[in-house]
């Protein structure tokens, strides 16, 4: 008898630990914000590995937004039997119960303490959690009423996120290529403030994703989606917009740096977005080197343009308001003014290469 019941007990043993590390599943919750992330089931951990629910989708971006020298792991997930209805300029229709998110996390460094590296690009859907420290995961979630952002701050046991809405500041320190440090304070936005970069729309005022338009996507990832079914309305490869990658060194200098102020300050300045009028247009809509800015006179001048002249003077970046704003990290000159604390070395080398290139001069007589 007491044999019998010692096998019971085994196997409601094993039941129950089969149970525990059954993969969850995609939850939608349309009205109410729940508290820890792994309520929505998208993103699970399972022992070391931070791994994607069943359904949930990693997409990258041929250039990404620059944040602090994170990494991101970007997921998104369609309620079953829906699909994105294709755009060739804006964000990708999504259904109503779509939820996208973004993992921020660094390369761990062997001294610890807060100590992080720039990680290498993700390759796969999963994250080793011994080689990297997740910082946040922030949730964008199509409810019937639009998109709501849901920033989540994971602990230091990278076990669970919890909902943050008031935002965060993680202090960090950079571990550079050479071995010298940088501390830097790593700033979770609170919700309101991702108004500020995802409101594309100044009248409008709604929420959008940014990456998920066409030209910011490889075509290989378009291709497999709409075979997938979870994009109709794609057109022929040869009639889709494209960017670059900014880093990709054989492309022309001007394609490259344009890519590189489209996904970084194109969603503010742009014709109808927060920064209209700057009048500065950096998204894939400008035309004329006016609207991108070269010999153009700030509308109103101050702190933020470090006492030069135009946005951009050809052949000379030190003159440029467009680069000096870009190289600060002074909270009332730096652009763009959130998601960094840090200035995106490589990146500023690259557009301080490309103005360096410009042929002309600007007049003192058009200020």
Not at 38 to 49: A, K, R
Not at 238 to 259: F, G, H, Q
Not at 262 to 273: A, F, K, L
Not at 324 to 333: F, I, K, V, W
């Amino acid at each position: 008898m007491k044999s019998w019941i010692l096998r019971f007990l085994c196997i409601v043993t094993l039941l129950s630990l089969f149970g525990c590390h059954r993969a969850p599943s995609p939850q939608f919750h349309a009205q109410d914000n729940p508290e820890l992330l792994s309520e929505w089931g998208i993103l699970h951990v399972d022992g070391g590995t931070l791994r994607l629910a069943e359904g949930v989708q990693a997409y990258r971006l041929s250039t990404p937004l620059f944040s602090d020298y994170a990494q991101k792991l970007r997921t998104v997930w369609l309620p079953a039997g829906q699909s994105a209805q294709y755009s060739p300029s804006s964000a990708f229709e999504l259904p109503v119960g779509t939820v996208i998110s973004k993992t921020f996390f660094y390369r761990r460094d062997a001294s610890q303490g807060g100590r992080v590296q720039e990680a290498p690009a993700p390759s796969a859907a999963t994250l080793d959690l011994r080689a990297v420290r997740l910082i946040e995961t922030r949730l964008l979630v199509r409810r019937q009423g639009g998109w709501v952002a849901l920033p989540y701050v994971w602990n230091e046991a990278q076990t669970e996120a919890r909902l943050t809405r008031a935002g965060a500041t993680v202090e960090l320190i950079r571990v550079k290529a050479d071995g010298a440090e940088a501390p830097f304070p790593y700033l979770v936005p609170d919700s309101n403030q991702c108004a500020g970069c995802h409101a594309p729309n100044i009248k409008a005022g709604a929420l959008q994703p940014i990456g998920l338009k066409a030209r910011h996507l490889p075509v290989e990832q378009l291709e497999a989606w709409s075979t997938a079914g979870v994009l109709r309305g794609l057109p022929a490869v040869t009639a889709l917009p494209r960017t670059v990658d900014w880093s990709d060194e054989p492309i022309e200098l001007e394609v490259r740096a344009r890519a590189y102020l489209d996904i970084n300050c194109g969603h503010c300045h742009n014709r109808s977005g927060p920064a209209d009028t700057s009048g500065l247009v950096l998204d894939a809509s400008a035309t004329t080197d006016v609207a991108m800015g070269v010999c153009k006179p700030p509308v109103a001048a101050g702190q933020g343009t470090g006492n030069r002249r135009f946005g951009i003077v050809p052949g000379r970046p030190d003159e440029s308001i467009l680069l000096y704003r870009m190289e600060s990290t002074d909270p009332g000159a730096m652009m763009p003014e959130l998601g960094r604390s840090l200035a995106h070395d490589e990146g500023n080398a690259l557009v301080r290469r490309w103005i360096s290139a410009m042929p002309g001069t600007c007049s003192v007589s058009a200020t």
